[in-house]
T-cell receptor
Framework: DSGVTQTPKHLITATGQRVTLRCSPR?????VYWYQQSLDQGLQFLIQ???????AKGNILERFSAQQFPDLHSELNLSSLELGDSALYFC??????????????FGNGTRLTVT | TQLLEQSPQFLSIQEGENLTVYCNSS?????LQWYRQEPGEGPVLLVT?????EVKKLKRLTFQFGDARKDSSLHITAAQPGDTGLYLC??????????????FGQGTILTVHP
């Protein structure tokens, strides 16, 4: 058990819809990272928050947004969903502000299926 | 864009055999991490290598970081069925706009048959 909690585990929705994925980091971790994993793209970094502020941005689409709340949990919002957004979405957390010297602990992911 | 190429993509071997997984890039990384992922779970960190030429051992697993910090390898001795899983390498950038980004390779799916 990594200590990172992601909900829901599975999500099935239709194209054009909007969903929210939730992540609770490990106790004491200040950074939250969001990753997308698909068969053809592998694990792609989306965005990182550190202590409530955006720290780094990856290949995150404009239709996607995220935030980290004062209690350090994070939400990833995906809107105007397309079939290609179907993937596993992972949240990870770390103590420090970056993966260098601060190991990432991953949750078990949310499997999103867009029909 | 920093890319990490892992090879082979698939590896199917018998219990007791040795194997090596490679992770190569044209970019320099400040550190390189290896993860193992099982179906239905998130990746779990195995090791982080930081110094060029560094070698780390974790029981039957040996990790090496290239001298130029552009490549890494994972060697498993006497593989066991419990080693089955997806192995991912990930390179970390330390500064500038890349701070916080961990670039993952495509992964190697290892299957060890009893």
């Amino acid at each position: 058990d990594s200590g990172v909690t992601q909900t829901p585990k599975h999500l099935i929705t239709a194209t054009g819809q909007r969903v929210t994925l939730r992540c609770s980091p490990r106790s004491g971790d200040l950074s939250v990272y969001w990753y997308q994993q698909s068969l053809d793209q592998g694990l792609q970094f989306l965005i990182q928050y550190y202590n409530g502020e955006e720290r780094a941005k990856g290949n995150i689409l404009e239709r996607f947004s995220a935030q980290q709340f004062p209690d350090l949990h994070s939400e990833l919002n995906l809107s105007s969903l397309e079939l290609g957004d179907s993937a596993l979405y992972f949240c990870a957390s770390s103590v420090g502000g970056g993966p260098v010297g601060s190991p990432l602990h991953f949750g078990n992911g949310t499997r999103l299926t867009v029909t | 864009t920093q890319l990490l190429e892992q090879s082979p993509q698939f590896l199917s071997i018998q219990e007791g055999e040795n194997l090596t997984v490679y992770c190569n890039s044209s970019s320099v990384f400040s550190s390189l991490q290896w993860y193992r992922q099982e179906p239905g779970e998130g990746p779990v960190l195995l090791v982080t290598v930081v110094t060029g030429g560094e070698v780390k051992k974790l029981k039957r697993l040996t990790f090496q970081f290239g001298d130029a910090r552009k490549d890494s390898s994972l060697h498993i001795t006497a593989a066991q069925p419990g080693d089955t899983g997806l192995y991912l390498c990930a390179g970390a950038s330390a500064g500038g706009t890349s701070y916080g980004k961990l670039t993952f390779g495509q992964g190697t799916i290892l299957t060890v048959h009893p």
